[in-house]
């Protein structure tokens, strides 16, 4: 894998991106045992936090080995978006994934995000495929609308996105 950040996953709670870090290293463990056993190289998939409790230490290193999957605040990545050298980490992202989604919509932090969301699409090469996480998402339109940005509407005016809704289980 390339030097650059491909995946940015984005948590409204800073204690939850810490927990999400931990939760996904696990998997990409097994990833690594399972490419080992296949005979494929390790290819040493990196994911790291970055909040405001980032020391300036770790982000600089950030910047110069920057890992495949970031897990970040709103507030952090817009941070990100206005330096040189974060604009250069993220400039090969191609999948953002909002947890939470719900708990943005209609507040200050999310019009923040929406702004942040379009300067990362308009960094990035081809389609950010954009990802919203939530169980309590109501109604799942607007939610929806937020998440795919102005102007990306279909034929019949509807967000050109594919919602998958799982229901209430």
């Known amino acids: 894998l390339r030097d650059k950040t491909q995946i940015v996953y984005v948590s409204p709670l800073k204690a939850l991106s810490n927990d999400i870090e931990k939760n ?65 980490m993220l400039s090969e992202v191609h ?22 969301m379009e300067r990362l699409a308009a960094l990035t090469p081809g389609d950010l495929v954009r990802i919203g996480l939530s169980a309590t998402q109501k109604p799942i339109e607007t939610v929806t609308r937020f998440l795919v940005g102005h102007g990306r509407d279909d034929e019949t005016g509807a967000p050109d996105c594919t919602i998958i809704n799982t229901g209430h289980r």
């Open 24 to 88: 996904l290293q696990r998997p990409l463990r097994g990833i690594e045992e399972e490419l080992a056993k296949a005979g494929f190289p390790e290819i040493g998939i990196r994911a790291q936090v970055r909040t405001g409790d980032t020391p300036a230490s770790a982000r600089t290193r950030m910047t110069k080995t920057p890992p495949h999957i970031l897990i970040t605040t709103p507030e952090s990545l817009y941070l990100i978006l206005t330096s040189k050298n974060g604009r250069e």
């Open 95 to 116: 999948t953002l994934i909002v947890d939470e989604v719900h708990a943005l919509v209609g507040s200050k932090r999310g019009s923040h995000l929406a702004l942040s």
